[in-house]
């Protein structure tokens, strides 16, 4: 899918906030899961829907919706699962994607709930079935400062992309249990991306 975006132009607050980012990964995840093979941000340097900006100094910036992108990027690695069952018995504004294979399994959850009345942290518990789980590690998708969805800094993996240095985000290990179930707390306004393995990994 060519010439998408969140608006034609951007919106200031909007498109270059990190709501934008959690919409980015959200949205990808959305159209995979339905078929589509790809997605272009189509935009145009220095609108506030661009990923890649140029800062006060005149040098690259890098906008939240590219952290989306670098979710997908990690947490979109292999086959599409359409056989996952949700609970959701709060009826939180929670989305949650299934990718994987053979041996790696990878869970992208968004919680899109913000607001002092509606923000809210979510506990997951995930559950694999045919799936012995031996490893996991999550990354989180967070705004700076944390679960605010106008903010206009970001990192994953508790570290910010640059123009100008290296990304070094890192994955934190998830317990499991026995059963294969591990339980993951994902904040407000924010997103978790979490790799299970049927076999060890280094």
């Known amino acids: 899918m060519t010439e998408?975006?969140?608006?034609?132009?951007?919106?200031?607050?909007?498109?270059?906030?990190?709501?934008?980012?959690?919409?980015?990964?959200?949205?990808m995840h959305w159209w995979a899961a339905h078929g589509c093979a790809g997605v272009n941000f189509h935009n145009r340097r220095g609108i506030p829907?661009?990923?890649?900006?140029?800062?006060?100094?005149?040098?690259?910036?890098?906008?939240?919706?590219?952290?989306?992108?670098?979710?997908?990027?990690?947490?979109?690695r292999g086959d599409v699962m359409t056989s996952v069952e949700l609970s959701n018995p709060g009826q939180m504004n929670v989305d949650c994607y299934a990718v994987?294979?053979?041996?790696?399994?990878?869970?992208?959850i968004i919680n899109k709930t913000h607001g002092s009345a509606a923000g809210t942290n979510v506990v997951v518990t995930i559950q694999p079935e045919h799936f012995a789980v031996t490893t996991g590690e999550y990354m989180m998708l967070e705004s700076v400062p944390p679960s605010d969805?106008?903010?206009?800094?970001?990192?994953?993996?508790?570290?910010?992309?640059?123009?100008?240095?290296?990304?070094?985000?890192?994955?934190?290990?998830?317990?499991?249990?026995?059963?294969?179930?591990?339980?993951?707390?994902?904040?407000?306004?924010?997103?978790?991306?979490?790799?299970?393995?049927?076999?060890s990994h280094d």
């Open 4 to 27: 998408c975006n969140d608006y034609t132009i951007g919106v200031k607050g909007a498109s270059d906030a990190f709501a934008a980012a959690l919409w980015a990964l959200d949205y």
């Open 149 to 199: 969805p106008l903010a206009k800094e970001a990192t994953l993996g508790g570290s910010r992309i640059a123009g100008d240095t290296d990304w070094h985000g890192q994955w934190t290990p998830l317990g499991v249990a026995k059963s294969s179930a591990c339980n993951i707390t994902v904040p407000s306004s924010s997103a978790a991306i979490v790799h299970l393995c049927s076999t």
């Open 100 to 108: 994987g294979d053979a041996t790696n399994l990878f869970l992208t």
């Open 49 to 76: 829907n661009d990923t890649i900006h140029f800062d006060s100094a005149r040098s690259f910036g890098i906008n939240p919706k590219a952290y989306g992108l670098k979710a997908f990027d990690l947490g979109g």
